[in-house]
């Protein structure tokens, strides 16, 4: 998969090349991949709040390069454990809000593939008080 920034390759970080495996766009460039798996690796080096800039950053660049206006996420959640959500939940609390301040409208959908089953009851218990648009955004994709 070939990364926007991938013309940084030669002086990124140890930091950055986590970050290329965390945010990256799909095979066909339409669509923004966050791969969980890398996310703990990630946050042992960087801060929650630095970690969001630069996922927006990298959402502001893909809407820019592939001139669209606007964007899909897909969140790969294959081996998340519940022990995780947990651990986590300020970084996706933090994550939700900034996208609903920084891209209200530009946001069409995010597809959620992977999550355990208690992610499902977990989100199914607050959905309802999210509002419609941001509810009808989310896709928990079902796994065979």
Same mark, same amino acid.
């Given at each position: 998969?070939?990364?926007? +920034?991938?013309?940084?390759? +030669?002086?990124?970080?140890?930091?950055? !090349? #986590?970050?290329?495996?965390?945010?990256?766009?799909?095979?066909?460039?339409?669509?923004? %991949?966050? +791969?969980? +798996?890398?996310?703990?690796?990630?946050?042992?080096?960087?801060?929650?709040?630095?970690?969001?800039?630069?996922?927006?950053?990298? !959402?502001?660049?893909?809407?820019?390069?592939?001139? #669209?206006?606007?964007?899909?996420?897909?969140? !790969?959640?294959?081996?998340?454990?519940? #022990?995780?959500?947990?651990?986590?939940?300020?970084?996706?609390?933090?994550?939700?809000?900034?996208?609903?301040?920084?891209?209200?409208?530009?946001?069409?959908?995010?597809?959620?593939?992977?999550?355990?089953?208690?992610?499902?009851?977990?989100?199914?218990?607050? #959905?309802? %008080?999210?509002?419609?648009?941001?509810?009808?955004? %989310?896709?928990?994709?079902?796994?065979?």
């Amino acid at each position: 998969m070939q990364s926007i +920034n991938e013309s940084n390759s +030669n002086t990124a970080s140890s930091v950055d !090349v #986590r970050f290329d495996h965390f945010c990256f766009e799909s095979d066909d460039q339409q669509s923004v %991949i966050l +791969n969980y +798996n890398a996310l703990t690796g990630l946050l042992k080096h960087t801060k929650c709040k630095d970690v969001i800039d630069k996922i927006v950053a990298f !959402v502001a660049l893909h809407l820019q390069v592939r001139e #669209r206006k606007t964007f899909t996420i897909h969140l !790969v959640c294959k081996g998340m454990l519940v #022990r995780d959500m947990a651990y986590h939940k300020a970084f996706m609390m933090q994550f939700a809000q900034m996208f609903k301040i920084t891209y209200p409208t530009e946001l069409e959908a995010c597809y959620v593939h992977g999550a355990p089953v208690v992610f499902s009851s977990i989100y199914d218990l607050f #959905r309802s %008080i999210l509002p419609k648009e941001s509810r009808d955004k %989310i896709v928990i994709v079902k796994t065979e």
